[in-house]
Nanobody, 126 residues
């Protein structure tokens, strides 16, 4: 089981940017696909973005394409989510997750992810 700790959330205005980080502990990080999810009030947890284990492929939910960028630094055991042009509807708790299987490509299926962080709150006001 991989331990994941998110950071970087906060309260911002619409149009602002934030960069989330997720620090992982565990020797399988560099072999795991990683993902960012979010859960708004009263909503189900949804995938935002994912990145393959080597970082060469990424996938995004339609709602964030062109605004969010996922990246990873395997030397630092960290995955990032750069969020630009934030909107009020981006308000949610953001979670990072690690894939259940190793050597996985980028995937938008929640069932492919098994380890979760505790989340970081992002609030965007208009």
């Amino acid at each position: 089981q991989m331990r994941l700790v998110e950071s970087g959330g906060g309260k911002v205005q619409a149009g602002d940017s934030l960069r989330l980080s997720c620090a992982a502990s565990g020797r399988t990080f560099s072999n795991s696909a990683m993902g960012w999810f979010r859960q708004g009030p009263g909503e189900e947890r949804e995938v935002v973005a994912s990145i393959s284990w080597r970082g060469e492929t990424t996938r995004y939910a339609d709602s964030v394409k062109g605004r969010f960028t996922i990246s990873r630094d395997n030397a630092k055991n960290t995955v990032y989510l750069q969020m630009n042009s934030l909107k009020p509807e981006d308000t949610a708790v953001y979670y990072c997750a690690a894939s259940r299987r190793l050597f996985l490509s980028a995937t938008l299926s929640r069932d492919d992810f098994g380890s979760w962080g505790q989340g970081t709150q992002v609030t965007v006001s208009s």
